[in-house]
C-alpha cells in the first residue's frame, strides 16, 4: 500500500482490495469505487457468479485488474482460505479487505434456535474474523486496511432479526479489538449502515416507507456507503472507528 503525498494518506493505485459480496449491491458498488481509485479487485461471491462477472467487466472500465473468486462464507474453513486464494490469482496478497458478504435472516428471542444462532454468527461475524486473521497473518509488517460492515441498529436492535443483530453487535467489538490487535500496521474500521436499499426480496416502497421516519427523509443508496468505505481505506490516522451512514437514524426511537 502505497503512501500518498501526506502521511495521513494511502495512495489507493496498485493495492488490491478483497471485497466479500462484491458481486451486488452494497459489495458491488464499495468494488467499484475501490476500483475507481485504481485498486485492482478481488470479487468475493457466493453464488452471484453471473454478477460477479458483470462488476468484473465494469472494473475493466477503470484499467484495473479484478477477478472473481467464490466461495460459502458459512463454512469458516473456506473464508480463512479465502486470501491465500486471492494472493495465488493475483501473485500477491491483498492489502485491503472488506468484509461485506452477510445474510438478514429473522427470528427472535424467543424463537432462535441453535442452528439460527449458529448460522448468523458464522456468517456475519466468524467470517470476518477468519479472514480478518489471514488476511493479517499474509501481510505481516506490511500496511493494510479492513474495512467491515456493520448494521446501525446494533444500538437500537430490531425484535425480529435476533441473532443477526447480536452477530453485527459482535462486529462491532470485533473491530475495535482487532484495531488494537493488529495496530500499527492494520487499521480496521467498519461502517454501520441504516435503510442503503430495500432488504433482499423487499421493494423500494418498502424501504420508502422505512426512511421516511429519518432526519434525511430518503434512503440511502449505495454511493455513501462506498465513499466512506474509500475514506477509511484512505486515511492514515483512523482506526477502531465505526461511522454510521444512516440518514440519522441512530438519533431516532426504534
Ligand atoms: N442493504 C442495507 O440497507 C443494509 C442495512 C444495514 C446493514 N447492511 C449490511 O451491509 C452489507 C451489504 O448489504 P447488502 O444489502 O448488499 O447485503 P445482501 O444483499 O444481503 O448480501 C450481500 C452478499 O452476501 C453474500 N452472501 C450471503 N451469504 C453468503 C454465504 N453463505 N457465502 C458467501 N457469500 C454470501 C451474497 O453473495 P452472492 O449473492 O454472491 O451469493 C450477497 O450478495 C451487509 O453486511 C449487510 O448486513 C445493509
Not at 475507481?36 to 461471491?45: E, F, S
Not at 472500465?61 to 462464507?73: F, K, S, T, Y
Not at 473464508?79 to 472488506?98: I, K, T
Not at 438478514?104 to 442452528?115: G, N, V, Y
Request: no cysteine; glycine share 10%; hydrophobic share 45%.
Amino acid at each position: 500500500m502505497r503512501r500518498g503525498p501526506s502521511l495521513e494518506f494511502v495512495e489507493l493505485k496498485g493495492t488490491l482490495a478483497l471485497v466479500t459480496g462484491g458481486a451486488r449491491r452494497v459489495g458491488r458498488a464499495i468494488a467499484l469505487e475501490l476500483g475507481a481509485a485504481g485498486a485492482d479487485i478481488a470479487i468475493h461471491y457466493g453464488r452471484s457468479q453471473a454478477e460477479a462477472e458483470s462488476t468484473i467487466a465494469d472494473l475493466a472500465d477503470h484499467g484495473v485488474e479484478a477477478r472473481p473468486v467464490q466461495a460459502d462464507l458459512s463454512n469458516l474453513e473456506s473464508a480463512a482460505s479465502l486470501p491465500d486464494r486471492v494472493a495465488d490469482a493475483f501473485g500477491r496478497p491483498a492489502n485491503v479487505l472488506v468484509n461485506s458478504a452477510s445474510g438478514f435472516p429473522t427470528d427472535s428471542l424467543a424463537d432462535a434456535t441453535p442452528e439460527s444462532w449458529r448460522s448468523a454468527q458464522t456468517l456475519s461475524l466468524g467470517a470476518p474474523v477468519f479472514l480478518t486473521q489471514a488476511f493479517a497473518r499474509l501481510l505481516g509488517d506490511d500496511p493494510g486496511a479492513v474495512v467491515n460492515i456493520t448494521d446501525v441498529r446494533t444500538a437500537t436492535p430490531y425484535k425480529t432479526h435476533f441473532s443477526y443483530i447480536v452477530a453485527k453487535g459482535g462486529l462491532d467489538a470485533f473491530t475495535k479489538a482487532a484495531a488494537v490487535a493488529l495496530a500499527p500496521s492494520i487499521r480496521v474500521n467498519a461502517v454501520a449502515l441504516g435503510v442503503i436499499l430495500p432488504p433482499p426480496g423487499e421493494d423500494e416502497a418498502f424501504a420508502a416507507k422505512l426512511a421516511s421516519r429519518l432526519p434525511l427523509q430518503r434512503v440511502g443508496g449505495t454511493d455513501p456507503v462506498a465513499r466512506a468505505v474509500r475514506f477509511l481505506v484512505e486515511d492514515d490516522f483512523v482506526t477502531g472507528e465505526i461511522v454510521r451512514i444512516d440518514g440519522g437514524g441512530h438519533l431516532i426511537p426504534a
